[in-house]
T-cell receptor
Framework: EPEVTQTPSHQVTQMGQEVILRCVPI?????FYWYRQILGQKVEFLVS????????KSEIFDDQFSVERPDGSNFTLKIRSTKLEDSAMYFC??????????FGPGTRLTVL | GQQLNQSPQSMFIQEGEDVSMNCTSS?????WLWYKQDPGEGPVLLIA?????ELTSNGRLTAQFGITRKDSFLNISASIPSDVGIYFC?????????????FGTGTRLKVLA
């Protein structure tokens, strides 16, 4: 069964460094999303992406964040200058329509 | 802001017992979804509900979409150790041409063998 994949599974970085989290959505999907989950808390929406542009972003998704679909298969989240409070699990999700979203296994980001 | 409240927050049960948890909202959702999250993993879809009053089963899981469209419950029958995890409800909110999911606060389930 097709699934969303994410790499790396765990990323450790120093505060102020740039990180790129990578996702490979399910191949025929057209809608892409990033969510974040701080340890012990609920999953929160960050951004949605369709037709090569951002559809909506939350207040968490400030100027330090960007997303890109550099080719036909990858979908990336970049954090330009990481802060301690960016430490969280980051989940990519994709959907074939405006219907059910399927989530990847997540990347655990630890900012030191 | 929009919030989905889940109860109970956590529960310990004995293997073989039935479990019930629910999710409530102050605003209407047209779809309700139940996800399970294992430690260190992403949410996995369990059941999707599309119509008010709908009752849907998936193996030992049963979920119902409340008539008011402001609540839903999830039941697990005859729990087993692998049912351990966090159960989230989620509801989609329309954004520009797509939906974003609003997740509930989660119910953490621990099963004692």
């Amino acid at each position: 069964e097709p699934e969303v994949t994410q790499t790396p599974s765990h990323q450790v970085t120093q505060m102020g460094q740039e990180v790129i989290l990578r996702c490979v959505p399910i191949s025929n999907h057209l809608y892409f999303y990033w969510y974040r989950q701080i340890l012990g808390q609920k999953v929160e929406f960050l951004v949605s992406f369709y037709n090569n542009e951002i559809s909506e972003k939350s207040e968490i998704f400030d100027d330090q964040f960007s997303v890109e679909r550099p080719d036909g298969s990858n979908f990336t989240l970049k954090i330009r200058s990481t802060k301690l409070e960016d430490s969280a699990m980051y989940f990519c999700a994709s959907a074939s329509s405006t219907d059910t979203q399927y989530f990847g296994p997540g990347t655990r980001l630890t900012v030191l | 802001g929009q919030q989905l409240n889940q109860s109970p927050q956590s529960m310990f049960i004995q293997e073989g017992e039935d479990v019930s948890m629910n999710c409530t909202s102050s605003s209407i959702f047209n779809t309700w979804l139940w996800y399970k999250q294992d430690p260190g993993e992403g949410p996995v879809l369990l059941i999707a509900l599309y119509k008010a009053g709908e009752l849907t089963s998936n193996g030992r899981l049963t979920a119902q979409f409340g008539i008011t469209r402001k609540d839903s419950f999830l039941n697990i029958s005859a729990s087993i150790p692998s049912d351990v995890g966090i159960y989230f409800c989620a509801g989609p909110r329309a954004t520009s041409g797509t939906y974003k999911y609003i997740f509930g606060t989660g119910t953490r389930l621990k099963v004692l063998a």
